[in-house]
């Protein structure tokens, strides 16, 4: 609610030293019966001791990505966090089979509302990823989607693809 109504309150508050992959941990820890009654399986990999200084705020973004990609993705599946490291900076991938994206709707799925055509008729109301944005905003992330293999089948009559979404911090 701060993020649209109160953003001063956000600016005011306290940044505390956080471990970025302890984040992702603990929400895959809460969402891990929401998980199991969806049949989808939340797994870590990589490792990363990758700390920032991160407003409460923060906590929303791990959560946020990890609800979307067990609400998205059809029975079975499997929702990845990937870890990564290179020159000095880290990469965390959240990967997952969904909805099929296209090409035009990849920019604007971060916008207030908005729904890719393969979402329509599915639970959301299109705030996860604006939320998300608005998170990485606020702590100097950068975050973008990208789909992946498209078209790779259907379930219950909805285009499936691979989905990622990429921080980089």
Do not use: W
């Not at 001063?8 to 895959?28: C, H, M, N, P």
């Not at 393969?118 to 989607?145: M, N």
């Amino acid at each position: 609610t701060d993020i649209e109504l109160n953003p001063r309150a956000l600016e005011s508050q306290t940044a505390v030293r956080s471990g970025i992959y302890k984040k992702f941990d603990k929400a895959r820890r809460i969402l891990a019966e929401e998980a199991r009654d969806r049949d989808v399986t939340i797994r870590l990999d990589g490792e990363s001791r990758t700390e920032i200084d991160a407003l409460p705020v923060f906590e929303l973004l791990p959560f946020v990505l990890l609800e979307n990609g067990i609400k998205y993705s059809p029975r079975n599946q499997a929702v990845t966090v990937t870890f990564e490291q290179t020159g000095g900076r880290q990469t965390v991938i959240v990967s997952s089979i969904g909805p099929a994206v296209a090409p035009d709707e990849l920019p604007r799925l971060f916008e207030k509302g908005f729904r890719g055509e393969q979402t329509k008729t599915l639970p959301g109301q299109g705030l996860g990823l604006f939320l998300a944005k608005r998170v990485c905003d606020y702590h100097d992330v950068r975050i973008h989607a990208e789909a992946g293999q498209t078209n790779m089948y259907q379930f219950n009559g909805i285009n499936c693809s691979e989905f990622r979404v990429v921080l980089r911090f």
